[in-house]
Nanobody, 114 residues
């Protein structure tokens, strides 16, 4: 398993943008990566993933507003979040899936508020 550290969370006004980063302790070259989030009082939910080959998938809640990307040379995956709204307030978690071996980060808080 790799260790994952998320960063980039914070407070942003509605309509604003944030970019989250998730840096792994080792290579992610052969690892599928994903972002999840957990809003207050709700279950954790998948929002985006990127395969080893760069194939991207998004949940309906974020499609068109969020972009997942990866830089394998930096062992880092990103989540660019645009046009944020209060419903995006949550703790955001990074997940690594290396041939069914799952690792999670500790999460980073995103608050969207005016």
């Amino acid at each position: 398993q790799v260790q994952l550290v998320e960063s980039g969370g914070g407070v942003v006004q509605p309509g604003g943008s944030l970019r989250l980063s998730c840096t792994a302790s080792g290579s992610i070259t052969y690892t599928a990566m994903a972002w999840y989030r957990q809003a207050p009082g709700k279950a954790q939910a998948w929002i985006a993933s990127i395969s080893r080959d760069g194939d991207r998938r998004y949940s309906g809640a974020v499609k068109g507003r969020f972009t997942i990307s990866r830089d394998d040379a930096k062992n880092t995956v990103y989540l660019q979040m645009d046009n944020l709204n209060p419903e995006d307030t949550a703790v955001y978690y990074c997940q690594a899936n290396y041939y069914a071996v799952i690792s999670w980060g500790q999460g980073t808080q995103v608050n969207v508020s005016s």
